[in-house]
């Protein structure tokens, strides 16, 4: 890692809390731990990897390893997990001398110590994510397999990096408060837990296109960028909140020197649910956000505005939409785009999901005279263990924008997940 030359500034921003008391379930009972952020927020993929699972298969391997994390939990207030992501994707057409498959990792170990926590959900912790992502075995990266087949905004699988050295990537205190109906976290921060976080906005779900995982229009900065984040519900349905983050941050790096430059990606949030139990099932969020200029990059000032909306049906369908709209400028994939799709719950943990998204790739971005790009994506999670998954994915994009002798392009994929 590279040394740092400068000190971490305090910086505050806002992020939808979700710090409250839930009944202790679970594998080594994280379930009742108190989370902040989206759903790829440390504490909230800890309890996921958590979960009492129905699955195909019912294997004791590590029942006493979660016994252990358990009981550790229980007497020193740190719990902790492990994450590997593999995907395996092969496009039906490439650019020439391109490659058109990828095969690439990430992989987690990430944790948070509860220094502090009172009965109605106050709390004060230290959470920590260590990340790679790289590709595998001599193909390029799936995050490459965009590029390499002509495809601009609609990226099939560009969260899969092959540049992300191991790093300390996420280390923050986190802090909540009104009774558990607030918080705050300032540190090295990943911005997609908290920018226009919704429930579909994770790695661990059906989706693997961009047009759903993160909304086009919206700008990104490396994992780990120096900022601070912070929400609050003002009314019982009804949270406000505010974000900021070092617009110049380098996935991979350890380095708190681009926050010297003074650019910073920020944004504000409302959003409306039913209840505060229903935050992460049911709701609709408006964000607005605003990027400096990144005058050493090259890269102009942009600005635009986002709509994430989710609203769980039953326990069986669980329907999104989400679109929005940006000036082009801050290195964004899109000006305008727009994305819908349902989860389908099925028996023994499996989920079948299918969506479809349309986006007009950023002119400032990709240059002038392209085409819009439109998605459709279906796959089929298959949970062979409580922490073993497979889904196989099916994705077709047409009229990809940097191609312009195929009017289409198939990518098909698998990707497991293991999480303990």
Same mark, same amino acid.
């Given at each position: 890692?590279?040394?740092?030359?400068? &000190?971490?500034? %305090?910086?505050?921003?806002?992020?939808?809390?979700?710090?409250?008391?839930?009944?202790? !379930?679970?594998?080594?009972?994280?379930?009742?731990?108190?989370?902040?952020?989206?759903?790829?927020?440390?504490?909230?993929? &800890?309890?996921? %990897?958590? =979960?009492?699972?129905?699955?195909? +298969?019912?294997?004791?391997?590590?029942?006493? +390893?979660?016994?252990?994390?358990?009981?550790? /939990?229980?007497?020193?207030?740190?719990? #902790?997990?492990?994450? #590997?992501?593999?995907?395996?994707?092969?496009?039906?057409?490439?650019?020439?001398?391109?490659?058109?498959?990828?095969?690439?990792?990430?992989?987690?170990?990430?944790?948070?110590?509860?220094?502090?926590?009172?009965?109605?959900?106050?709390?004060?912790?230290?959470?920590?994510?260590? =990340?790679?992502?790289?590709?595998?075995?001599?193909?390029?990266? $799936?995050?490459?397999?965009?590029?390499?087949?002509?495809?601009?905004?609609?990226? $099939?699988? #560009?969260?899969?990096?092959?540049?992300?050295?191991?790093?300390?990537?996420?280390?923050?205190?986190?802090?909540?408060?009104?009774?558990?109906?607030?918080?705050?976290?300032?540190?090295?921060?990943?911005?997609?837990?908290?920018?226009?976080? *919704? $429930?579909?906005?994770? @790695?661990?779900?059906?989706?693997?296109?961009?047009?759903?995982?993160?909304?086009?229009?919206?700008? !990104?900065?490396?994992?780990?960028?120096?900022?601070?984040?912070?929400?609050?519900?003002?009314?019982?349905?009804?949270?406000?909140?505010? /974000?900021?983050?070092?617009?110049?941050?380098?996935?991979?790096?350890?380095?708190?020197?681009?926050?010297?430059?003074?650019?910073?990606?920020?944004?504000?949030?409302?959003? +409306?649910?039913?209840?505060?139990?229903?935050?992460?099932?049911?709701?609709?969020?408006?964000?607005?956000?605003?990027?400096? =200029?990144?005058? &050493?990059?090259?890269?102009?000032?942009?600005?635009?505005?986002?709509?994430?909306?989710?609203?769980?049906?039953?326990?069986?369908?669980?329907?999104?939409?989400?679109?929005?709209?940006?000036?082009?400028?801050?290195?964004?994939?899109?000006?305008?785009?727009?994305?819908?799709?349902?989860?389908?719950?099925?028996?023994?943990? %499996?989920?079948? !999901?299918?969506?479809?998204?349309?986006?007009?790739?950023?002119?400032?971005? @990709?240059?002038?005279?392209?085409?819009?790009? !439109?998605?459709?994506?279906?796959? +089929?999670?298959? /949970?062979?263990?409580?922490? *073993?998954?497979?889904?196989?994915?099916? /994705?077709?994009?047409?009229?990809?924008?940097?191609?312009?002798?195929?009017?289409?392009?198939?990518?098909?994929?698998?990707?497991?997940?293991?999480?303990?």
């Amino acid at each position: 890692m590279k040394k740092t030359t400068a &000190l971490i500034i %305090a910086v505050l921003a806002w992020d939808l809390p979700a710090l409250a008391q839930e009944q202790r !379930t679970g594998q080594a009972g994280y379930q009742d731990v108190p989370e902040f952020g989206g759903p790829e927020s440390v504490t909230e993929q &800890l309890k996921r %990897a958590d =979960e009492l699972r129905d699955a195909l +298969y019912s294997w004791p391997f590590f029942d006493g +390893y979660f016994d252990w994390k358990r009981q550790v /939990q229980d007497d020193y207030g740190v719990a #902790f997990g492990l994450y #590997f992501y593999g995907l395996y994707q092969q496009a039906s057409d490439s650019l020439p001398d391109r490659d058109d498959d990828a095969f690439g990792n990430i992989f987690r170990f990430l944790g948070n110590w509860t220094l502090w926590k009172k009965d109605n959900g106050n709390l004060g912790r230290i959470e920590w994510r260590v =990340e790679s992502r790289s590709k595998w075995g001599g193909f390029q990266a $799936p995050g490459s397999l965009a590029g390499a087949t002509g495809i601009a905004a609609l990226a $099939p699988g #560009f969260a899969y990096s092959e540049n992300f050295d191991m790093d300390l990537a996420v280390i923050n205190w986190t802090q909540g408060f009104a009774n558990g109906k607030a918080g705050y976290a300032v540190g090295r921060l990943a911005f997609d837990v908290y920018l226009d976080a *919704f $429930p579909f906005q994770t @790695f661990s779900k059906g989706y693997l296109n961009r047009s759903f995982v993160l909304n086009p229009t919206i700008p !990104t900065t490396g994992v780990g960028a120096l900022g601070g984040v912070v929400k609050g519900f003002v009314t019982d349905n009804i949270w406000l909140g505010a /974000q900021i983050h070092d617009a110049n941050a380098a996935s991979g790096k350890f380095d708190f020197d681009t926050v010297q430059e003074g650019e910073w990606l920020k944004a504000v949030e409302i959003g +409306y649910t039913p209840s505060f139990d229903q935050r992460k099932t049911q709701l609709v969020q408006f964000t607005y956000w605003d990027k400096d =200029e990144r005058s &050493l990059a090259g890269v102009s000032r942009g600005s635009g505005w986002a709509v994430s909306a989710a609203w769980k049906l039953n326990n069986t369908y669980f329907p999104f939409v989400r679109f929005g709209h940006s000036d082009g400028g801050g290195g964004v994939a899109a000006e305008d785009a727009f994305s819908a799709g349902v989860e389908i719950s099925r028996p023994r943990g %499996a989920t079948w !999901t299918i969506g479809a998204g349309w986006a007009q790739p950023s002119e400032e971005t @990709f240059g002038a005279g392209i085409d819009d790009e !439109t998605v459709i994506e279906t796959s +089929y999670k298959l /949970q062979i263990s409580k922490n *073993f998954t497979l889904m196989p994915d099916a /994705q077709i994009i047409f009229n990809p924008a940097d191609n312009q002798d195929e009017s289409s392009i198939w990518i098909i994929g698998v990707r497991a997940i293991l999480t303990l």
